[in-house]
């Protein structure tokens, strides 16, 4: 059972079964015993932290699937093998306490530097830059700067409670940009098809050709009955359960029945109506309105040049898990773009030193880049800042150790790879709600409204491994769908992310229970370690055309 002490105060957490988990503060003689969910049992320890029961006491992976996200063998069946390795048997053993780092909460002063002010830890791009051991490797967009400006700003918390907001989303987002619909490896022979949904909107995904993917509304042109109500392999046909009417897989009208009663319309129902369609390194996009620009001008250069080395098309999807959370999906997203929550919501992770307090933002348009640049191992919150010598240390065993460890998948191209690129964990996000994670971190998020409830979100999240290039793909893991009131933990083909993501979901239905009642009805974003939520919202305020204050 876990025992882990408290990264802050040091009070020790041992679960003892039952969920329960008692918390001994030795320092002041008392202790108590808890439920998981925070419900204090008994004993003069009358609170816990929340986060910190959950981990210790929560609900776990089955023996065994504790394995840290990015180590993760993408084959279920290397699994045994790899806990027996020297690498497997090290990652998922528990620490020693005595190599715990524990130190008091002090504040992270900040500090003054050319781009604006910074958390104390943070270090310039350019220092990374600078002492990169492979420069003739580095991509020139990771050089790249465009650091955001401005200041904290006040939302109103009407745009996550308020339904209208969703009826504008569903007008001006979703039926107007490029959104992520599926992985082309889902749909990787001809009449296969996948049942993309968004708010009220559906569409079937279908390959059409070999090289060919289009995407059509899943609404017969008759009385509006859904085409299909899932996803599919090999049709050769649409045909309407309702009244028979049917379309080939290209769109293109096959079988009108009793067609003698309605004369005239042949012409108008001849073509299911579609949604533009771009593929981008294995990732299938599409756009609902007819005049949409090309999916390059929407991403800028930026998104697709850091990308461009690591091949996402190439990887192999080892985990496909949806969730649904009883929050806006606006709400769920913005807990995962920003780090600095790690201070309070994932308190394990300061055990073995950073509190994610230095991640570098940038901002490109449509897509902003966050942490693609950094060491991590800081916790300015608590008083440890590592010197920049310490902290390149640090940094490059990182980089020598995931090449590594890459070599054993995809063999010599980890060669071709610069410290940075190797060290990255960029948890970017492309607007309006796609995050596909930049360097070897494999996890990919997308948020949206689950169906036509601006109150409930889905949560959809891929793991996508290293694979040799040339080498054939196994068909990806099975998708597995997990209500309300299901557990992370379940899916444990998510390894150490299901307990992380168990803290982090732990937060947002709270968060959005407590928009309804704030007072006043608004919330606060930072201006740096929130910017990329601030500039989310500035352009959905754009695009849904939103006045000031609105």
């Known amino acids: 059972m876990r025992v882990e002490p408290h990264p802050i105060s040091g009070a020790v957490y041992e679960a003892i079964g039952d969920g329960l988990v008692r918390v ?19 004993g003069d320890v009358t609170y816990a932290d929340p986060h ?27 699994i045994p093998e790899f ?20 130190a008091p909460y002090v504040g992270d002063p900040g500090k003054e530097t050319p781009e604006g002010t910074r958390s104390a830890s943070y270090l310039p791009l350019d220092f990374f830059v600078q002492n990169e051991r492979r420069p ?3 991509p020139e967009v990771y050089r790249t700067v465009s650091p955001p400006v401005g200041g904290p700003v006040e939302i109103p918390v009407g745009r996550y409670i308020d339904r209208r907001y969703h009826e504008l989303e569903v007008e001006h987002l979703w039926k107007k940009t490029w959104q992520m619909a599926c992985r082309e490896d889902d749909i990787p022979e001809v009449g296969d098809y996948y049942l993309y949904q968004v708010a009220s909107l559906q569409y079937l995904i279908v390959r059409t050709a070999p090289g060919e993917i289009k995407a059509h509304v899943n609404a017969c042109l008759h009385r509006g009955r859904q085409l299909r109500e899932c996803h599919g392999r090999q049709a050769h046909e649409f045909r309407c359960p309702f009244h028979g009417w049917t379309w080939n897989i290209d769109g293109s009208l096959k079988i009108l029945t009793s067609e003698w009663d309605f004369p005239g319309v042949r012409a108008k129902v001849s073509q299911l109506p579609g949604a533009k369609v771009a593929t981008w390194a294995g990732f299938v996009f ?13 991403t800028g250069p930026e998104m697709l040049a850091h990308y461009a080395k690591t091949k996402l098309q190439n990887r192999y999807k080892q985990a496909d898990v949806t969730k649904v959370i009883r929050a806006n999906w606006k709400t769920v997203q913005e807990a995962f773009l920003e780090g600095w929550h ?13 509190d994610v307090a230095d991640v570098r933002f940038d901002l490109f348009g449509n897509w902003a880049r966050m942490g693609h640049a950094g060491a991590g191992g800081s916790s300015p919150h608590r008083g440890i800042i590592q010197s920049p010598e310490a902290a ?31 060290a990255e964990q960029t948890f970017s996000n492309l607007f309006p709600n796609f995050s596909p994670w930049g360097g070897w971190a494999r996890i990919v998020y997308r948020f949206r409204p689950n169906g036509d409830n601006h109150e409930e979100c889905q949560m959809h999240v891929m793991m996508l491994a290293p694979w040799p290039e040339g080498k054939p793909k196994p068909a990806p893991f099975p998708p597995r769908f997990l209500g309300a009131d299901d557990h992370w933990t379940q899916a444990p083909e998510l390894g150490s ?13 709270q968060v959005y229970r407590g928009m309804k009642t704030k007072q006043p009805p608004s919330i606060w974003l930072s201006g740096y370690q929130e910017s990329v939520i601030r500039n989310f919202h500035r352009i959905y305020a754009e695009r849904l055309g939103l006045a000031e204050g609105e």
């Open 83 to 102: 806990l027996q390795s020297p690498i497997g048997a090290m990652v998922t053993r528990q620490a020693p306490q005595e190599s715990r780092i524990i």
């Open 497 to 509: 992310l299901a307990k992380i993501f168990e803290q982090d979901t732990g937060n947002v239905p």
């Open 342 to 354: 790690s201070l309070a919501t994932h308190p394990q992770l300061l055990l073995s030193g950073g």
């Open 24 to 42: 001994e503060d030795k320092a002041k003689g008392k202790s108590g015993v808890f439920r998981w969910d925070g419900t204090w049992i008994q």
């Open 392 to 422: 390149l240390e640090g940094y490059r065993q990182s980089a020598d150790f995931n090449r590594e460890y890459l070599r054993g998948l995809i063999g010599d191209e980890a060669d071709l790879y610069a410290d940075m690129e190797l």
């Open 52 to 78: 910190m029961l959950i981990y210790i006491g929560g609900p776990d992976l089955p023996e065994g699937r504790d394995i840290p996200y990015p180590l993760m063998p993408p084959l279920e069946r290397d």
């Open 286 to 298: 599409v756009n609902p309105d007819p005049d949409a620009g090309p999916f390059e001008d929407y």
């Open 136 to 138: 003739d490797l580095l």
